[in-house]
């Protein structure tokens, strides 16, 4: 599997967000992924942006551009050096919030994605990547 | 920090939403409209999300919150113009977004809160201050 395009942006802001939403459309779109497709990880995107400024203290974003044989994607790593996530399957679950939020975040991310991994420890902070192919909504 | 700029015509008020909100424009939205359904004795409200092509949970629920906190003040909310992508996608997401009425276009918008506040049958524009 081959990365065609990597670009990193720091999340520090609940502003930022916004601009995290517009990037990963444009690398959606850059792939031609069909308009459904587009929102599902762009929303999946804003939900794990926002995670990760009001739980992580901010952190990076990696957009990276897939190609693997005749299958193209989007892969979004989110990075943060916050708290961490001491019960992952509990922080999966709809309606679990530690926060003022809907506790929708991390499942919905998870059900808008075709792969989803969450690596998580208590002080060691918080790394999630989802992958969504085109063609696969 | 953008505002979305809020009309009023009669007894309701109008909100089309045409940027990408954060989080901080979104909230003070639901603050400037909760301000104007009192100041106005609005009616009801129509927020029109055509131009949205991405509702996450944070939007979502601020309309959410914006309807339960309206129909407190004595006003209807209806949401109108949702994208089909969008739809998809908040079902997808977990957000049903129960409570809040919605339509398909601005007009059938304008028509069902007509008919909720000025009762059936005389829906057709006129209404007694």
Do not use: C
């Not at chain 1, 299958?71 to 943060?80: C, H, P, Q, T």
């Amino acid at each position: 599997m081959d990365i065609t395009r990597s670009e990193v942006v720091a999340v520090r802001a609940a502003a930022e967000v916004v601009n995290v939403r517009h990037i990963v459309r444009r690398a959606a779109v850059d792939l031609a992924f069909s308009l459904v497709e587009q929102t599902k990880i762009v929303t999946a995107a804003s939900e794990l942006a926002r995670n990760m400024v009001d739980y992580g203290g901010g952190g990076d974003l990696t957009v990276e551009l897939l190609s693997d044989g005749i299958r193209k994607g989007v892969r979004l790593i989110f990075e943060d050096q916050g708290p961490g996530i001491p019960d992952i399957q509990q922080a999966l679950r709809d309606g679990f919030t530690t926060g003022k939020g809907l506790g929708l975040g991390l499942g919905g991310a998870k059900r808008l994605s075709n792969e989803f991994q969450i690596d998580s420890a208590p002080g060691r902070g918080t790394r999630i990547t989802i992958v969504r192919w085109k063609g696969s909504a | 920090m953008q505002r979305i700029p809020i009309l009023k015509m009669g007894p309701y008020l109008l909100v089309s939403i045409q940027v990408d909100m954060d989080d901080r424009t979104a909230m003070a939205l639901q603050d400037d409209l909760m301000e104007q359904i009192v100041r106005h004795r609005a009616r009801g409200v129509l927020i029109d999300i055509s131009a949205l092509d991405v509702v996450d949970s944070f939007i979502g629920r601020m309309l959410a919150d914006t309807a339960a906190m309206a129909r407190v003040l004595d006003a209807d909310t209806v949401v109108v113009g949702m994208q089909p992508s969008v739809a998809i996608t908040l079902v997808e997401l977990g957000l049903a977004l129960t409570g809040v009425r919605s339509a398909l276009n601005i007009e059938r918008g304008m028509d069902l809160l007509r008919s909720r506040i000025e009762g059936p049958g005389i829906a057709d524009g006129h209404h007694e201050e």
